[in-house]
Nanobody, 121 residues
Framework: QVQLVESGGGLVQAGGSLRLSCAAS????????LGWYRQAPGKERELVAT???????NYADSVKGRFTISRDNAKNTLVLQMNSLKAEDTAVYYC???????????????WGKGTLVTVSS
């Protein structure tokens, strides 16, 4: 019903910047809150940032002041601008969407397959 595809991952040096994108397709009217999660090797998946349909944002303490989440509903795109990257930011980053209403199917959320970000120093 909803498909999410991430792009923009890669290798970057500490202190550098990277821009991740998530393209949504399918029944995009079924998307409410969007977000980014990440999972480092050997660790649990954790929330990075979220943005509601009304453009209200929140961030994990570890990325506040460095990362910016945004969305372009006309283009069905979610973006994560990452600045001042640190080695601890190395992880697979996943796009996430919350189902808008009960008419959008049984799945309460949707996930992308992830894109790898590696920060070296």
């Amino acid at each position: 019903q909803v498909q999410l595809v991430e792009s923009g991952g890669g290798l970057v040096q500490a202190g550098g910047s990277l821009r991740l994108s998530c393209a949504a397709s399918g029944d995009t009217a079924c998307i409410s809150t969007l977000g980014w999660y990440r999972q480092a090797p050997g660790k649990e998946r954790e929330l990075v940032a979220t943005i509601t349909s009304g453009a209200s944002t929140n961030y994990a303490d570890s990325v506040k002041g460095r990362f910016t989440i945004s969305r372009d509903n006309a283009k069905n795109t979610l973006v994560l601008q990452m600045n001042s990257l640190k080695a601890e930011d190395t992880a697979v980053y996943y796009c996430h969407a919350v189902r808008a209403n009960r008419y959008c199917g049984n799945a309460p959320y949707y996930w992308g397959k992830g894109t790898l970000v590696t920060v070296s120093s």
